[in-house]
């Protein structure tokens, strides 16, 4: 693994840097979190249902036949057009849409109007029908007696392709539904325009053909998102949670298929035997350098360090564990280890030496005190004999102090930042830990994978047995090698190391299901 540190490169990325956030207590904010009052509207929970017959048309329909519809359709809010003279009480239509839930509480004329339109295309009855398949539509009796006709079971087809176009919030046919929201409110007269966003206006109400679609689009995302103040009933809408709920009971999850992860760069025997050599090549160096027989902090935690690194690699090395969960725990110990003994080579001092093999002998007697104490099933993991040895092994027990603090009375981010090793802590511990402390994430990431059923959401569903990840023994080979150059600056004389093998970075891939953004 190359040393050689890479400026990063976010080329075409649209989200923010790390430098980007800001730190509040221990969290880490986005810029756009920062914003006060900022508030969540889902478009793929909440909008993408409550305008399903759109999503339908859209989808069902050629586009440009369907964007003709939409323009027809949103010009009906000209009708009951607000009065701008402010002084006078607004008119009645204050607050109209076409959304589903809207719809039973507006004019039946606006509705029979909308339905017609669609009817006029020559797929219209084809992309509205799935709508009768829903028994919990809003308004269903309208929709039922307008179309005069019954759901099939394509339908059910024709129903998760319109929500498969559509749930992609940036999606071209999401971004078409969601400029009709706009249109017809601008029709109705409720979104106010500032003279210098009369062009801007004037290229949505041409939508698609006027302006550049690079800056259109995304406005019309954002006045879509910003109309949803406009309505006065801020009260929860039940639709769409009971739109999804009953797509989920009414049809089936179908499991993505697996795909393996990563690739396998070491032949398990042949790093078998690369162990064997170094570890037998480290066990020389350590008889070669050996000074006495007494106490000899420095001397045993340096070797001890490198001889449990092995222990780690030769352990990740068998079977599948470099790729299972496994590998990840200790892959985080071997950082923790790597990052422990620079500082101790580099910054540390014999009295910090003690210090390190004192905290383990009290670390040894806590365990030993609250063994002997427990009632009920002890663990069997470990005996009371063998902690009883390593408790007194170098002073009798109740010579002991035992620290609760960390060793060296710091946290490990303090120890990489101060011993140069900041580079390895921020390449494997954050990820690495979430595999020890069992943090969604890793149980998301191991344990699960999405539906490719769009009805419902691409939602997570546990596998029958937990996925083969990524191999860690790259990375750890990586991290063993840098263990034993510190080794070698503590007893110079000690140059085995593995080889390691250049692995080309990995390409992005395409996100397992798409991502539900606002």
């Not at 540390?348 to 030993?368: C, I, N, P, T």
Request: glycine share 6%.
């Amino acid at each position: 693994m190359s040393n050689r540190k890479k400026k990063p490169n976010r080329s075409g990325k649209v989200t923010s840097s790390l430098a980007d956030h800001k730190r509040v207590g221990k969290a880490l904010i986005p810029p756009i979190m920062q914003i006060t009052g900022m508030s969540f509207s889902s478009w793929a929970n909440s909008r993408l249902p409550e305008m399903l017959w759109a999503c339908l048309v859209i989808t069902v329909i050629p586009r440009e036949e369907a964007i003709e519809a939409f323009r027809d359709i949103a010009s009906i809010g000209i009708r009951y057009r607000r009065d701008d003279d402010r002084e006078q009480e607004p008119k009645e239509a204050l607050g109209w849409s076409l959304r589903h839930s809207d719809l039973p509480n507006q004019p039946r004329e606006l509705f029979n109007a909308l339905v017609s339109r669609v009817l006029r295309c020559h797929s219209g009855l084809q992309a509205l029908r799935p709508l009768l398949l829903l028994e919990n539509l809003p308004g269903r009796d309208w929709w039922k007696a307008a179309l005069a006709a019954e759901a099939t079971e394509d339908d059910w087809q024709t129903l998760g392709q319109a929500v498969l176009k559509t749930f992609d919030h940036q999606s071209q046919e999401a971004t078409d539904v969601r400029w009709l929201s706009v249109l017809f409110k601008l029709g109705l007269g409720e979104i106010f325009v500032m003279e210098e966003m009369r062009e801007r206006i004037q290229e949505i109400i041409e939508y698609p053909h006027r302006g550049d679609m690079r800056s259109v689009r995304p406005s019309i995302r954002s006045m879509e998102m910003a109309i949803i103040s406009i309505k006065p009933n801020l009260e929860p809408n039940p639709w769409p949670e009971s739109f999804w709920a009953y797509t989920l009971e009414q049809t089936h999850c179908l499991p993505a298929p697996l795909e393996a992860r990563g690739r396998v760069t070491h032949d398990p025997k042949v790093l078998g035997k690369a162990i064997n050599d170094v570890r037998e090549a480290l066990l020389g160096h350590w008889f070669t350098s050996l000074s006495t027989t007494g106490l000899n902090p420095k001397h045993d935690g340096v070797f001890g360090f490198g001889f449990f690194a092995l222990a780690c690699l030769a352990e990740m090395s068998m079977g599948p564990l470099s790729s299972a969960i496994t590998g990840r725990l200790l892959l985080r110990s071997l950082t923790e280890c790597r990052i422990s003994l620079a500082y101790l080579v580099r910054c540390g001092s014999d009295e910090m030496w003690k210090k390190f093999r004192s905290y383990g002998a009290g670390q040894a007697k806590l365990a030993l005190l609250k063994h002997e104490e427990m009632s009920g099933q002890k663990p069997r993991f470990v005996t009371q004999e063998a902690l009883e040895t390593l408790a007194n092994e170098d002073y009798f027990q109740e010579y002991v102090e035992i620290d609760l603090g960390h060793w060296a009375g710091k946290d490990l981010r303090r120890l990489a930042e101060e011993s140069g090793t900041k580079e390895d802590y921020d390449r494997y511990y954050g990820w690495a830990s979430g595999f020890v402390h069992g943090q969604w994430s890793a149980m998301r990431d191991s344990n699960f994978t999405h539906c490719l059923n769009p009805l419902h959401r691409f939602h997570r569903i546990p596998l029958p047995f937990h996925r083969m990840l990524e191999p860690t023994t790259d990375d750890a080979v990586h991290l063993v090698n840098c263990i034993l150059n510190d080794v070698n600056a503590a007893y110079q004389g000690f140059d085995k190391r593995f080889k390691v093998e250049e692995v080309p970075g990995d390409k992005e891939e395409d996100a397992e299901a798409p991502a539900e953004r606002a």
